[in-house]
């Protein structure tokens, strides 16, 4: 059952998620197959010495002729089983989550090398491995179908007691995001049309209540009169797509001049691309652009229009305050990205963000 379900289109349903996450054991055997964990044969593959060669321990010590194999290993305080790999020579063990292919298997972070995801270090130089594997594939799913934090603890049961734990690996998640959407492939092309705005994060509504971000609380409106107009800005475009569905990115930007909208522009939009645009001055010199060979057309009351990305504002508005509730502004390119991210993948977000993963993280 298990195998029908990696080999499926769709996600799996809940009481199959339910199955391959009833028990650690079961949980590590799905990670290895969807290739978030280093498989056991893999490793046998590769230590398998050439003829007339000795061999050559994976766990890192130097010299030793070890051949490595899988084991288990019990916690003394805890009682808690680890599954992993130890030499047969030099009696090495190491974690199936912190397991590294790049010549030997090590624990940890280092630069270059080949890391699990569960083992891999954040942004915020936390670890991964705090949780068990079970727990992480829990967080994972219940993220791809846009849970919230609260929700997440009550469908888990207390199995995670803390709060921080949830919202480390949304984080985590969030990462695999960003940086999917700084590796994508530039929208549009040659007849297409893209359609870029900019507007201010901060949704102040009428009589001075809403959400708002922490570092940048809005003035009230009767006090407003004569004061600058400061961030958090999100420089935003979308393009339709021929089968009618869009496509819409946003980057949280701290400057709107031409020099800071130019760089994303040339990165995000293709060549030979027809851009539709208001009248502000950073956008006048876009068909001047060498190389690039950008249509640039300005708003009138008939096409063309910005009108598709100005009414996609509002939504995006609301939900990225909403789930930034108490949140800081350095973490708004964090959720603009998990935005794109769950739009464009709606169908099979959870198959899609285990692909994602073993994309950004190889083991082999």
């Given at each position: ?25 079961v949980a590590?055997?799905y990670?290895?197959?969807v ?39 019990t916690a ?35 630069a ?5 995801f ?6 915020d130089?936390?670890?991964?491995t705090?949780i ?19 929700q997440?603890?009550k ?10 734990t949830f ?5 985590y998640?969030r990462?695999?995001?960003q940086?999917?959407l ?6 549009g ?19 001075n209540?809403g959400r708002?971000?922490p ?15 400061v ?17 819409m ?14 760089a ?9 691309t ?31 229009n ?52 073993t ?6």
């Open positions: 059952m298990l195998h029908q379900t990696l080999t499926r289109a769709s996600d799996p349903s809940m009481h199959e998620f339910c199955f391959f996450t009833s028990s650690e054991d590590t055997d990670a290895k197959q290739g978030l964990l280093l498989n056991i044969q893999q490793v046998l593959d590769q230590q398998h010495p050439d003829k007339g060669q000795t061999g050559k321990c994976l766990l890192g010590t130097v010299g030793c002729p070890g051949i490595v194999l899988p084991a288990r290993k003394s305080k805890r009682g808690k089983i680890y599954e992993g790999f130890r030499c047969s020579r030099c009696k090495r063990f190491r974690s199936v989550k912190n397991a590294v292919v790049e010549g030997e298997i090590r624990g940890g972070h280092q270059g090398d080949k890391i699990s569960f083992a891999t270090i954040a942004a130089s936390r670890s991964h705090k068990s594997i079970k727990h992480g594939l829990c967080v994972m799913y219940l993220w791809a179908k846009d849970l919230s934090v609260m997440m603890k469908m888990m049961c207390g199995l995670v007691t803390q709060q921080r919202m480390d690996w949304r984080n998640l990462e695999v995001c940086r999917s700084n590796e994508a492939a530039p929208m092309g040659p007849g297409r049309i893209v359609q870029i705005d900019e507007s201010l994060i901060r949704a102040r509504q009428k009589p209540k708002v971000l570092d940048n609380p809005a003035p009230l409106a009767q006090q407003n009169y004569g004061n600058c107009v961030g958090p800005w999100v420089f935003g475009m979308v393009l339709k797509r021929p089968d009618g569905t869009q496509e990115r946003m980057f949280h930007v701290l400057r709107r001049n031409e020099r800071t909208l130019r994303i522009i040339q990165r995000h939009i293709a060549p030979g027809e851009i539709w645009t208001d009248e502000w001055a950073a956008y006048q010199n876009i068909q001047k652009w060498r190389r690039f060979e950008y249509i640039h057309k300005t708003v009138n009351h008939q096409p063309p910005t009108q598709r990305i100005e009414s996609t504002w509002g939504h995006v508005k609301s939900h990225i305050l909403r789930h930034m509730q108490g949140k800081r502004i350095k973490m708004l390119p964090g959720y603009l990205a998990e935005y794109w991210w769950k739009k464009e993948h709606q169908k099979t977000p959870f198959n899609d963000i285990i692909a994602e993963i994309a950004q993280f190889p083991l082999l």
